[in-house]
Nanobody, 126 residues
Framework: QVQLVESGGGLVQAGDSLRLSCAASGSIFNIRKMGWFRQAPGNEREFVAVMSWSGGATYYADSVKGRFTISRDNAKNTAYLQMDSLKAEDTAVYYC???????????????????WGQGTQVTVSS
């Protein structure tokens, strides 16, 4: 089992930046890909970004491409989502997710991720 804990959410203004963290623990050696999703009230959970845990491959939703960056620090077993030029429509609960299967882009579906964090709220005021 893998446990994921997100942090770093908050209330910011449009145009600001925020960095989310996702700390992984447990059977970390099983992780092959790590992704970020978000869910706004009344909406379905939406894919944001994914990366290969070993490094290299990344893939982003069109809505965040060029503004968000996914990365990881293997020494800290932590993934990050750097969010720049935030917009009001980025407001949502953000979840990190991990899976033992190798990344095959685009891996947009939430069903392709086995482990999930509890989520962190990001609110962007316009």
């Amino acid at each position: 089992q893998v446990q994921l804990v997100e942090s770093g959410g908050g209330l910011v203004q449009a145009g600001d930046s925020l960095r989310l963290s996702c700390a992984a623990s447990g059977s970390i050696f099983n992780i092959r890909k790590m992704g970020w999703f978000r869910q706004a009230p009344g909406n379905e959970r939406e894919f944001v970004a994914v990366m290969s845990w070993s490094g290299g491959a990344t893939y982003y939703a069109d809505s965040v491409k060029g503004r968000f960056t996914i990365s990881r620090d293997n020494a800290k077993n932590t993934a990050y989502l750097q969010m720049d030029s935030l917009k009001a429509e980025d407001t949502a609960v953000y979840y990190c997710a991990a899976d033992p299967a190798v990344l095959i882009v685009p891996a947009r579906s939430s069903t392709r991720y086995q482990w999930w964090g509890q989520g962190t709220q990001v609110t962007v005021s316009s």
